[in-house]
């Protein structure tokens, strides 16, 4: 690791004051389960280190006029252990639920999860964020790439999101709110994930000099749920996941989110798979159909194809999981 300073502000306009206008500049700490291996690994080296776990102001959950309000501070284990979410957004609680560790738990943040760099491993070791050689020839396609993207892979990115939290946020129509010295600013969770076109961009649409501060999920009356598949259930990264969102009118389909995560660069929205099921009951027949739709769009890579079945299952999990009547 790289020599760096360190700052610790306890107030949000002074850590604002702290940053920096050019990516790799300063890096924030709030849980530090990723960017402590990235500068272990030299991915990142900044100069300095901005600490955020003493500012008050990013903390807390709260039920306000405008909806739900989560601080970018709060630990997916004060996320899990809300009752209020657990009752009122579940999907966003089965999320949480699906990290198993405690320890990352209690020290990963909300803001942290959105702002997670990319699992990809050559983007790990050195090879730059869309993965190329030093003639610029992508690398993915060819090589290994079991646990890249099948969705919105052709190009430039090949990575999947590694954000846990992003897929039901974005089901949830969830905003999250941006801050930096000059001011502050809304950005719908869907279109904060983006996909990159060069190295020197990130996959979010944060900028350098900016600071997560927290998100808000609109109330609803809706039926939620997340389902992840993952290889094996403890401390791994799920392999497909899929967030949905119903609102019922009766026993039929009123309007419906479906957003896949793990599968594409960015949380991945199926209007397919809201068709599908608008207007229709929820069953085992309906759920496979949707589950069906989302990926019909699919093209896998040479050794990813596997994963294009456990998205369907896990759209279809996700949907009779949430249609069995829980918020």
């Known amino acids: 690791m790289q020599a760096f300073e360190y700052a610790n502000p306890s107030t949000l306009q002074e850590a604002l004051s702290l940053l920096g206008n050019r990516w790799g500049e300063v890096d924030v700490l709030a849980g530090g389960t990723d960017l402590l291996p990235l500068m272990k690994d030299e991915i990142h080296t900044p100069r300095r280190v901005v600490n955020i776990k003493n500012v008050k102001e990013l903390g807390g959950i709260q039920s306000t006029k405008a909806g739900l309000r989560i601080g970018a501070a709060v630990t997916l284990e004060e996320l899990l252990q809300s009752a209020l979410v657990r009752k009122t957004y579940p999907a966003l609680a089965d999320a949480a639920r699906g990290i198993a560790s405690p320890q990352i738990r209690n020290m990963g943040t909300v803001g942290g999860d959105l702002c997670q760099r990319p699992r990809c491993w050559y983007f790990r070791n050195g090879f730059g964020l869309l993965a190329r050689d030093a003639g610029g020839q ?27 939290l992003g897929p039901a946020l974005i089901a949830y129509n969830a905003t999250v709110k941006l801050a930096s010295a000059s001011g502050s600013r809304d950005v719908p969770v869907e279109k904060f994930f983006v996909t990159p076109q060069n190295d020197s961009s990130r996959e979010i649409a944060l900028l350098p000099n900016e600071i997560v501060t927290g998100i808000v999920i609109p109330s609803a009356v809706t039926r939620s749920a ?7 259930q403890a401390l791994d990264w799920p392999l497909a996941a899929a967030s949905v969102v119903l609102r019922m009118k009766g026993a039929t389909v009123a309007g419906a989110r479906v957003v896949l995560g793990h599968v594409a660069p960015t949380p991945w929205v199926s209007e397919e798979a809201a068709q599908a099921l608008a207007g229709k009951a929820i069953n085992e027949e309906t759920a496979t159909e949707a589950g069906k739709a989302a990926l019909a769009g699919a093209t896998p890579l040479s050794q990813n194809a596997y994963k294009v079945q456990l998205a369907r299952v896990a759209v279809k999990r996700a949907l009779l999981q949430a249609a069995r009547g829980r918020a």
């Not at 997340?226 to 094996?232: F, N, S, W």
Request: zero cysteines; a neutral charge.
């Open 226 to 232: 997340t389902y992840e598949v993952r290889q094996r």
């Open 138 to 164: 992508a690398l993915v396609p060819g090589g290994e790439n079991q646990y890249h993207a099948i969705l919105g892979n052709s190009g430039p990115a090949y990575f999947v999101s590694a954000s846990l």
